[in-house]
């Protein structure tokens, strides 16, 4: 997570500003629904990251109606993220009322209530989703950020020490810090092939620890997005994938080193990459720089999962 300082004068949170409350009935209230001729096995549920960002912005919640940021859930969310699980089940994608991203920073002071209301959405939707959707199949939940603080939540309520726990294929949650006792009975994994599980991580520049590392990282979990086993280090032949702004794939573009709750990645080979030269906070590329990784291992992950689960 990144600092949010602002000079506009924020309003305490009150239930009087809330926006309207999405109705999962409504196709307009996703931003992905499956097509009906889709033959993929598995679901994926995707969770979008924190796009509410801007010290301008001085809401607490984004309405699901907000043009700005619906672009920003496709063209950024979409596009870089969930697209990495496409090809491994059909994917659901709700628009929920998001919190600004100063709610993690002001918590007590209007962050909470924030959050909290982000988090019903979700879970109607993931609720919805269940009801009228499922119907037994396979789930992988996926996320970032914002989106990975809901999952953890969804994980809780409807998954873990739960009926619904038999039917997970994965959870991969990255950009939050989880620690490895999180859940009861969902354990984190550590081997590419399991599944039942959760993984999580979070990229920063090597040799470099954030200031907010005690705090956040620390102690945490911190899977190989690469390797998806013990492996600390890695070659630049075992990464498979980048997935640039351009929309290209750049292959052995970086390696990364695992150390205690976070991943340090050496500065990966794009085009015009001298920009990035002094950037230490690899958060926001947390999926789409291991991209093709996390495809084939989703992929991986479904198809051991539908052979447990065989008759």
């Known amino acids: 997570m990144v600092g949010c300082k602002s000079t506009y004068e924020i309003k305490p949170f009150s239930k009087d500003t809330i926006p309207l409350k999405p109705n999962y009935q409504n196709k307009s209230s996703w931003v992905v629904l499956p097509s009906d001729t889709t033959k993929l096995e598995a679901d994926v549920f995707y969770i ?3 796009l509410a960002t801007s010290d301008k912005d001085l809401r607490w919640n984004i309405p699901i109606t907000d043009s700005i940021q619906n672009a920003k859930i496709i063209n950024t969310a979409v596009r870089f993220q969930a697209s990495a699980w496409e090809t491994s089940g059909k994917m659901y994608i709700p628009i929920y009322r998001q919190a600004h991203l100063r709610a993690y920073f002001k918590f007590e002071k209007g962050g909470k209530e924030a959050l909290t209301l982000a988090y019903t959405d979700v879970k109607s ?7 009228h959707y499922n119907h037994g199949r396979p789930i992988i939940l996926a996320s970032h950020s914002q989106g990975s603080t809901h999952t953890g939540l969804l994980l809780k309520d409807f998954f873990d020490d739960k009926p619904l726990q038999k039917q997970l294929v994965a ?3 990255p950009g939050i810090g989880f620690k490895k006792d999180e859940f009861k009975t969902i354990k984190l994994m550590t081997e590419p092939n399991e599944t039942g599980g959760f993984v999580s991580w979070n990229t920063y520049k090597r040799n470099h620890l954030p200031k907010s590392y005690e705090k956040w990282y620390k102690g945490k979990v911190a899977t190989n997005p690469i390797t998806w086993d013990a492996t600390i280090h890695t070659k630049k032949e075992d990464h498979k994938g980048f997935l640039y702004s351009n929309g290209k794939l750049y292959k052995n573009a970086l390696k990364i080193e695992v150390i205690d709750g976070i991943i340090w990645t050496t500065l990966p080979k794009f085009p015009h990459r001298l920009f990035a030269l002094f950037k230490k906070n ?5 999926i789409n720089l291991f991209w ?3 495809q084939q291992n989703s992929e991986l992950r479904v198809k051991s999962w539908l052979e447990k689960h065989k008759n």
Not at 125 to 131: N, Q, T
Not at 282 to 286: F, I, N, P, S, T
């Open 282 to 286: 690899y958060h926001v590329g947390d």
């Open 292 to 294: 093709t990784n996390i």
């Open 171 to 173: 959870a991969y949650i």
């Open 125 to 131: 939707a993931f609720e919805y989703y269940l009801k």
């Open 48 to 50: 979008y990251p924190t």
